[in-house]
């Protein structure tokens, strides 16, 4: 069994407990294998053991790997994304998870009315307020998801993600999903053209059993299937 397998199998049995601890059926959490710094091999491998979403900080990798993984795997865009490089992803991703501001919710409007898409997006919330993380406050996603609904018809927001500060204990961060799971209750229910939330997506290597109690659907994951980064590449 190789690592990735080994690691694949370990993670899986604690996503069960995790979703047994809370009551939620397994169907309902989804895992993206975040492929960070990952060769398109190691994608590869991921994706022979299950794998089926793969989520990337960067545009430049997303561009590097694009041709060389299996066409059915669905990419999401998971970092910061500039506004002067969405055209070269719009038709690639199934799923934006980083849009916090209306000028970038503009150009994927733009973009995606291009190619004649409907782009799926969600609002990135910032819920612990960290300075060195992008995102927006409560207050801040509300009035977004109004100016997204009224001025980007080629937009469909999907949900919500954030990114839980980084602490030893994943109890510290439990409170920020709580609270993002109260703002996506909000808008659960309302389903439109350009809005029905499906989608929260929380929870990362360190802290995705507490996130899924709290209700994450998605759950966006790299060191605990590939081992550390090599930032050398």
């Avoid at 994943?170 to 499906?198: A, S």
């Avoid at 059993?209 to 590939?226: D, H, K, L, P, Y």
Wanted: proline residues 1%.
């Amino acid at each position: 069994m190789s690592k990735i397998h080994e690691n694949l199998d370990v993670l899986e049995k604690q996503i069960q407990a995790a979703c047994d601890k809370c009551g939620r059926k397994r169907e309902e959490v989804l895992l993206i294998g975040v492929t960070k710094t990952r060769t398109a091999d190691e994608v590869n491998e991921a994706v022979a053991w299950g794998i089926t979403d793969v989520g990337e900080n960067k545009v430049q990798e997303i561009m590097d790997k694009y041709d060389h993984v299996p066409g059915d795997v669905k990419w999401h865009m998971i970092g910061h994304l500039q506004t002067n490089k969405v055209k070269y992803i719009i038709d690639k991703v199934a799923l934006i998870h980083s849009v916090d501001k209306l000028k970038l919710a503009e150009e994927i409007d733009k973009r995606a009315k291009d190619h004649g898409l409907i782009a799926e997006v969600l609002v990135e919330v910032n819920a612990a307020g960290e300075e060195s993380k992008f995102g927006t406050d409560i207050d801040g996603a509300k009035k977004l998801i109004e100016d997204v609904r009224t001025n980007c018809k080629n937009i469909k927001i999907k949900g919500l993600m954030t990114i839980a500060p980084f602490t030893e204990d994943p109890e510290d961060v439990r409170v920020y999903f709580k609270e993002l799971k109260e703002l996506f209750d909000e808008y659960k229910d309302i389903k439109d053209e350009n809005m029905d939330f499906e989608h929260l997506s929380m929870g990362m290597s360190g802290d995705y059993a507490v996130a899924i109690e709290e209700g994450a659907t998605m759950i966006r994951v790299g060191t605990a299937i590939f081992g550390a980064r090599n930032y050398n590449i």
